[in-house]
């Protein structure tokens, strides 16, 4: 049964419905009805007069509308007619049309941490956040494996569509950066896998990274947690990074967070702790927060 959730973007013009199964390996974008002969529920879409454009990927739809309605207005509606066709019919696509695929696009972001660079793709890669931080790690993730063969790569972190990658010192990125992008390129068009299906991240030694589990948390954590997510995330998933919460302490107001990818080690991580974070949660939450300390950092 598949059930479907609604999630805004950072364009308030597109919405996103998103399943707990995955509707397709590949990623389709339809800009008018048109181009549609391989899904009749995206030919339904296309028949409401506020569709602009549908983008498929992985396990979400993505909706474009044109500015004649709000979101709030038709988003129940939609996610009930995503959720009943998939219910009855069990696949987005029509099973006699073969799809095509969209072409895999690799552009790259430089970052505030130097020694890292950002690898965007039009293409889903993961739902979890995969930091590689040594070629002994890579068991299970053979991108991340295929990556370790240049022998300047240091780091890989792994995110839904983008991957950040650490050179080493004695190496600079104009000399670098065409062929690690054509290199991702390639592996991602020839389909090969990114992680296993079964993979379990491995825990380092030198950086022991315990999972959190909000629901466990006191209230002033569930705060700081969802401050994180909103306020904080957004700007450091954009620089090539993660930021993940791991502890509170009430007695001397002192929050400890993770930093992935290029925040981690960067030369200015100190200024976006204090500057950034730090201020953020002082601010949202007053005579809360004393410190926020990286405790990988």
């Given amino acids: 049964m598949s059930k479907i959730t609604i999630e805004n973007t950072k364009t308030p013009t597109i919405i996103k419905f998103v399943s707990d199964s995955i509707l397709t390996e590949g990623s389709f974008e339809y800009n008018n009805i048109e181009e549609v002969d391989n899904s009749t529920l995206i030919q339904q879409l296309f028949h409401l007069p506020f569709v602009k454009k549908v983008f498929v990927t992985a396990n979400f739809i993505a909706i474009e509308r044109f500015n004649i309605v709000e979101w709030p207005d038709v988003q129940d509606d939609l996610k009930d007619l995503i959720e009943d066709y998939l219910i ?10 073969k799809t095509k695929s969209m072409p895999v696009q690799i552009y790259t972001e430089s970052t505030p941490n130097p020694s890292v660079m950002k690898f965007v793709t039009n293409k889903l890669l993961t739902t979890q956040n995969i930091e590689i931080l040594s070629i002994e790690q890579t068991e299970g993730v053979p991108l991340a494996s295929a990556l370790f063969n240049f022998s300047y790569i240091k780091e890989v972190f792994i995110s839904e569509n983008f991957i950040s990658i650490t050179r080493i010192e004695d190496t600079d990125w104009f000399l670098i950066t065409n062929e690690v992008r054509s290199f991702l390129k390639k592996y991602l068009e020839e389909g090969k896998s990114v992680i296993d299906e079964n993979y379990i991240p491995v825990i380092s030694e030198t950086k022991p990274i315990e ?14 947690v969802a401050i994180l997510d909103e306020y904080i995330k957004p700007a450091v998933t954009s620089d090539g990074g993660n930021i993940m919460f791991q502890s509170y302490d009430a007695t001397s107001k002192v929050v400890n967070v993770v930093l992935q990818g290029a925040c981690s080690g960067c030369p200015s991580s100190t200024i976006t702790l204090k500057n950034g974070i730090e201020a953020t949660l002082k601010q949202l939450l007053p005579n809360k927060i004393e410190e926020v300390v990286a405790i990988n950092g």
């Avoid at 959190?212 to 006191?218: C, F, Q, R």
């Fill in 211 to 224: 999972s959190v589990s909000v629901e466990n948390l006191d209230d002033i954590s569930k705060e700081i």
């Fill in 88 to 97: 009855k019919n069990g696949t987005l696509f029509n099973e006699k049309n």
